[in-house]
């Protein structure tokens, strides 16, 4: 177990895609670079002896039974990390965009189309998988820079895992980084990764009931994208159905529907792309206006 | 299974909480899970079985206190409980819902020794 952060993941592996870097995530690891993402978690109330002594030492009954308040989110650890990489993302005003799905959805495929369009923009891919560094290569054979996570038997990418390999990869000023979920739409719902929008991935041959089945993925979307619309006709796929569905679960989510095979719709899901990086910048924008007005008021800011 | 995921941070969080607060053993483990948050009972308590073997929390109780899920009505321009994300609203029987809670995932408090 990480004695560094405490993580127990044995499992996890990071590909940087560099001859040799790959590690196992166990922590012995030299990182020479900063290893940023606030991992003290827990250490801070590690050092027994300062401590020890508030407990009911009152030899009253020593062994009877307290009762001990906590009252905390239980994934609070998770939380923390991904504030960290939350805060490390604003500093270059980056927009990290959590691709949640099935596996097959398209969410690779979509990645790649889209790097390939997005000319100067800087972007950047981690890749979640519970093995293999198939996708990570697919986007490095855009030119782009991808890390690849495994994750094991692990269901899920979580912060921690998202703050190592953002520790990989040169976050460039108001950048994309896409990360893509593992393949799964129900547990990757529950972990906040520092991401600023989280994507709902569903092609048109899973059906346009799955919104009704895995209600949880669609209620934490930002966006939806249906995928495969060139397919729809030879699934029986109803998209006014999925869009039902999606209302009754998110009302306010915007849907996108893109064909990549036909180069269809990927118009508005770029335009989504800027208003989210826009949106970084102007969250930016009201910061160092704040800022000048705590310099002008004469206030540290 | 992220329920297994879920159960080690909170053992993680447990056993913290045991070094700074000295005790030794936990009898019972009280937590709020909303309707929305997105875990099955089930699958918590087997996760936390597995999870909390050889820890502080081995043989501990996991109570589980079910919190509802919370709703705004837009026709009854008001917020209403749920018993799940596809109920409709318990007063005008409509679908145009948006969630407001019911998402929690916290843990009370627990009894030790
Ligand atoms: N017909 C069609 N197939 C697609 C489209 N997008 C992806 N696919 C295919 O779907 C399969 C899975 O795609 P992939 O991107 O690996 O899915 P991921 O697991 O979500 O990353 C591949 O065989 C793709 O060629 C599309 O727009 N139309
Ligand atoms: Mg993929
Ligand atoms: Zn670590
Ligand atoms: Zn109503």
Redesign the pocket.
Known sequence: MCVTCGCGGGETTIDTGEPKRRHAHDHGHPHGHDHSHGHSHGHDHSHGQDHGHDHAHDHAGDHAGRTVALERDILSANARLAADNRRLLAKTSSIALNLM????????????ETLKRLGAVPAVVIEGDQQTSN?AE?IRATGRKAIQINTGKGCHLDAHMVGHALEHLPLEPNGLVFI?NV?NLVCPAAFDLGEARRVV?L?VTEGEDKPLKYPDMFAVADLVVL?????APYVDFDGEAARAHVARINPSVPVIE?????EDGLKPWLDWLTTQRRAALEARRRQIEAELAALDAGVPA | MHELSICQSLIDMIADEARRQAFNRVEVVRIEVGRFAGVEPGALAFGFEVASRGTVCDGARLEIVDLPGLAYCFACEESVELSDRLAPCPKCGGGRLQPTGGDELRVKDLEVV
């Open positions: 799905s099935s596996p097959g959805s398209g969410k690779t495929t979509l990645l790649v996708d697919r893509e393949g991935i092609s995928t495969k619309t060139d397919l893109v064909s990549v095979r036909r």
